[in-house]
C-alpha cells in the first residue's frame, strides 16, 4: 500500500509541476485537455503492449470498461482543471475523496 501511495503523490508532485510552470514570457500552461489526451493515450498503449505479452482474456465485459475508462477520464479532466486554477494537489485529492 505504501508503494501506491508514493507513487501516487509522486503523480500529483508531478502534475503540480506541469501546472505551475511559467515561460519567460509569463505564459503558463493551462491545456488540461492535451494532457489527458496523452495520458489516455499512453495507457492504451500501455495496455495494449501488456496485452501482447500476456495474451488477452476472453469475454471481457467491455461495456463495464468503458463506463470506468471514462469515469476515469472524467476525473483526471476535473483534476487537471482544479490544478490549472491553482489548487494543490492534495486538495483535490481531499475533495475528490470525499
Keep these: 500500500a505504501g508503494g501506491i501511495y508514493a507513487a501516487f ?3 500529483g508532485l508531478l502534475q503540480e ?4 510552470y511559467a515561460a519567460a514570457d509569463g505564459g503558463k500552461f493551462t ?3 492535451f494532457l489527458n489526451t496523452f495520458e489516455a ?26 463506463m470506468s475508462g471514462a469515469g476515469q477520464v472524467c476525473a483526471k479532466a476535473f483534476t487537471s482543471l482544479a490544478l490549472a486554477q491553482g489548487v494543490s494537489f492534495p486538495v483535490v485529492t481531499l475533495a475528490k475523496s470525499g
Excluded: H
Design 9 to 11: 503523490m509522486n503523480y
Design 17 to 20: 509541476d506541469v501546472f505551475s
Design 31 to 33: 491545456q488540461a485537455w
Design 41 to 66: 493515450l499512453a495507457n492504451v498503449i500501455v495496455g495494449f503492449i501488456g496485452m501482447m505479452i500476456t495474451g488477452a482474456t476472453p469475454n471481457l465485459p467491455m461495456k463495464d470498461f468503458a
